[in-house]
């Protein structure tokens, strides 16, 4: 019987195939958490695989125990969702048997099936680096940042006059206290993950059903009517309870990874649509403010927080994937599937190579959130700057588009080459700047490109600092 386990190959690498794996009689410690060795003499185990349960102290403390006591393989049951098991970098090298997590419920199946004596032996197929899924989500991270922005050109041209509550960042002042939010967002959700990911998910249900029905009232036929009208009409209070009812499927089915992705990645492209069109930079000097910063928060939670972060892992990396990131202590009780608390802050898309190995179920390639609306901002100004000066060709969002692209190309490439996860804004920050500069230098246009429109040069101290603005969606992208 072949069941899922879970394996980190920075610990002692597995076996490729079943042939070539070494068999092992198998140890019921299941009564046993092996954070110490205390009740467990090596005859026991000595040469054995042991079987132990996930909690009360770290993956690599429970690995260096049942190596002390001379056993040759660890497994470790669990109640809870399978996670890697990671550890801190220097603990890598001192492990030196194979780790890895599988379901207790199969464990109890195979005593069901082997009353006796256990053997067990541990494999990890290779998996193909290329996957289709990386085009699939190529192709929705572009159409989403490009269709944002021809959104927001379109409202600039005033053919929908009933979209309103915008805001527009002009001051840079603002746009640094925005970016300081949201580092000190990210460190509480850090600390207080357990609490903070349940208010996420309600903002994101909230936030995802007011974008899906901005999105319907944009494309729908009947907006030629006025606001008015709309507002109180039978058809949009039908509309806006149809989008409420998608967000809460989503929200009481969210770990459900057979179908429930699709959910997700409906309501994120909303998200990101509404975000894009709502938020609006002023001009190019904002923009370069505002993505040099986040390039820096970016690269900073994502490569120099593991130097402070006592396991060695990232905070951006431990808040996307929750406190289990770290091989959290956890506890051996088993939760319904709609308390597990995963942050949607990412578009989600199966593996194609991995559908045929779906003993662990699907496996997702993902995108967070941030990737698309960060340079899909500067999209956006490009294409209100294209109505601003009337370009026919629309020059400014078509070039900036492109960039996107090849920045999204770029970081897939140094991904699949490097064999990890790349801050994305990394690559895309300079590709769209860069490229939004020298097409403003060729036109000799980049004084105007700097400054914006003068009728958006107004009096900052009397305006709010959040005018008519959707407060949900602003909530999460502070917390992307």
Not at 206 to 225: E, I, K
Not at 230 to 257: H, K, M, P, Q, T
Not at 457 to 464: A, N, T
Request: glycine share 6%; aromatic share 12%.
């Amino acid at each position: 019987i072949e069941f899922c386990i879970v394996h980190n190959h920075s610990w002692t690498p597995l076996a490729q195939s079943l042939d070539t794996a070494i068999e092992y009689p198998l140890v019921n410690l299941t009564s046993q958490l092996l954070c110490n060795s205390s009740g467990v003499t090596p005859d026991l185990v000595k040469g054995k695989a042991v079987v132990v349960m996930r909690g009360d102290c770290d993956f690599s403390q429970k690995a260096l125990t049942a190596q002390e006591l001379g056993a040759t393989t660890l497994l470790i049951a669990s109640n809870q969702t399978l996670i890697t098991p990671s550890a801190n970098e220097s603990e890598y090298s001192k492990v030196t048997i194979p780790l890895a997590l599988m379901r207790y419920r199969n464990f109890l199946e195979a005593q069901q099936v082997f009353t006796g004596e256990m053997q067990v032996k541990l494999y990890a197929p290779p998996q193909a680096k290329i996957d289709p899924s990386i085009a699939v989500m190529l192709i929705i991270a572009v159409m989403t940042v490009a269709l944002g922005g021809f959104w927001s050109g379109a409202s600039e041209r005033g053919e929908n006059k009933a979209e309103s509550g915008e805001l527009f960042l002009y001051s840079p002042l603002k746009v640094v206290v925005l970016v300081l939010v949201m580092c000190g967002m990210l460190v509480l959700m850090y600390y207080f993950y357990n609490i903070l990911v349940y208010v996420i998910i309600a903002i994101f249900c909230l936030a995802s059903a007011n974008a899906l029905n901005s999105l319907s009232f944009f494309l729908c036929v009947f907006n030629r009517f006025s606001v008015r009208n709309w507002n109180f009409s039978v058809r949009s209070i039908i509309l806006a309870s149809v989008c409420i009812v998608i967000a809460v499927i989503w929200g009481v089915y969210r770990n459900e990874d057979r179908w429930i992705w699709i959910l997700q990645d409906i309501l994120g492209i909303a998200f990101c649509l509404n975000f894009i069109k709502t938020i609006s930079l002023s001009n190019f000097k904002i923009c370069v403010i505002l993505l040099s910063l986040l390039l820096l928060y970016d690269v900073f939670f994502v490569f120099i927080t593991p130097f402070f972060t006592k396991n060695g892992v990232s905070i951006m990396v431990q808040v996307a994937l929750g406190p289990d990131a770290s091989g959290e202590k956890g506890n051996m009780v088993e939760v319904p599937a709609f308390l597990c608390p995963q942050l949607p802050v990412v578009m989600r898309v199966p593996r194609f190579s991995g559908l045929a190995q779906n003993l662990c179920g699907m496996q997702f390639s993902i995108l967070g959130y941030g990737d698309i609306i960060v340079p899909g901002l500067l999209v956006a100004y490009c294409s209100r700057f294209d109505v601003w000066v009337n370009s026919r060709w629309k020059v400014y969002f078509i070039s900036c588009c492109t960039a996107y692209l090849m920045g999204m190309i770029v970081t897939f490439t140094v991904m699949l080459l490097s064999g990890m996860g790349q801050p994305a804004l990394l690559y895309l920050v300079p590709f769209t700047l860069i490229t939004s500069a020298v097409v403003a230098g060729c036109r000799g246009e980049m004084r105007r490109f700097w400054t914006g429109t003068s009728y958006e040069v107004l009096d900052s101290s009397r305006e709010p600092l959040l005018p008519g603005v959707d407060f949900s969606s602003l909530a999460l992208f502070l917390m992307l």
